[in-house]
T-cell receptor, first 116, second 115 residues
Framework: AQSVTQLGSHVSVSEGALVLLRCNYS??????LFWYVQYPNQGLQLLLK??????LVKGINGFEAEFKKSETSFHLTKPSAHMSDAAEYFC??????????????FGTGTRLTIIP | EAQVTQNPRYLITVTGKKLTVTCSQN?????MSWYRQDPGLGLRQIYY???????DKGDVPEGYKVSRKEKRNFPLILESPSPNQTSLYFC????FGTGGRETQYFGPGTRLLVL
């Protein structure tokens, strides 16, 4: 069974500082990997995803993530935090071999606070 | 505009009173799914559907039912709600991929309180 671990349920960074949200996964085969963002009282919005190809993936709003197979990680970064980045972020994986069910297994989320 | 809609957005009910949460998508997606979100647990899949009349259980199906009579709609039914079903529910849809690579689009969520 797959699992996702997000280190740090709460992360605070100053405006303009680097954002780093950590995600590690366990899977028998390299999975497909996703980062979603949830703003207050809203649904989940896809930030970026890794399926195949280049391991450094660029997403919306200046975020990017790098798939590191040797470390089973998919950490999310942004060079300079903006106040509008305050939200909850979810890392998710899906099973390449699970034909038919596009189920996402989610981490427990990281709430990002931006300090003015 | 491509979207997934859910109704109602907020619902307070009492134990045992049957309710239905509707989900509709306008993207002609084959795959639809329901998740519940609980603090500290992330999102967990309740049921999914690969196409019309094809549904199956996810990780936490107890106490829920679904149906898929039309491609665009995937209602979630709670026949006899209990307080442990108090949660935030999300519907999601995607085109049918080959094992989890397709982007899922999420609805805005339905916050349910069962007294």
């Amino acid at each position: 069974a797959q699992s996702v671990t997000q280190l740090g349920s709460h992360v605070s960074v100053s405006e303009g500082a680097l954002v780093l949200l950590r995600c590690n996964y366990s899977s028998s085969v390299p999975p497909y990997l996703f980062w979603y963002v949830q703003y207050p009282n809203q649904g989940l919005q896809l930030l970026l995803k890794y399926t195949t190809g280049a391991t450094l993936v660029k997403g919306i709003n200046g975020f990017e993530a790098e798939f590191k197979k040797s470390e089973t990680s998919f950490h999310l970064t942004k060079p300079s935090a903006h106040m509008s980045d305050a939200a909850e972020y979810f890392c998710a994986v899906s099973d390449r071999s699970n034909f038919g069910n596009e189920k996402l297994t989610f981490g427990t989320g990281t709430r990002l606070t931006i300090i003015p | 505009e491509a979207q997934v809609t859910q109704n109602p957005r907020y619902l307070i009910t009492v134990t045992g009173k049957k309710l239905t949460v509707t989900c509709s998508q306008n993207m002609n997606h084959e795959y639809m799914s329901w998740y519940r979100q609980d603090p500290g647990l992330g999102l967990r899949q309740i049921y999914y559907s690969m196409n019309v009349e094809v549904t199956d259980k996810g990780d936490v199906p107890e106490g829920y039912k679904v149906s898929r009579k039309e491609k665009r709609n995937f209602p979630l039914i709670l026949e006899s709600p209990s307080p442990n079903q108090t949660s935030l529910y999300f519907c999601a849809s995607s085109i049918f991929g080959t094992g989890g690579r397709e982007t899922q689009y999420f609805g805005p969520g339905t916050r349910l309180l069962v007294l």
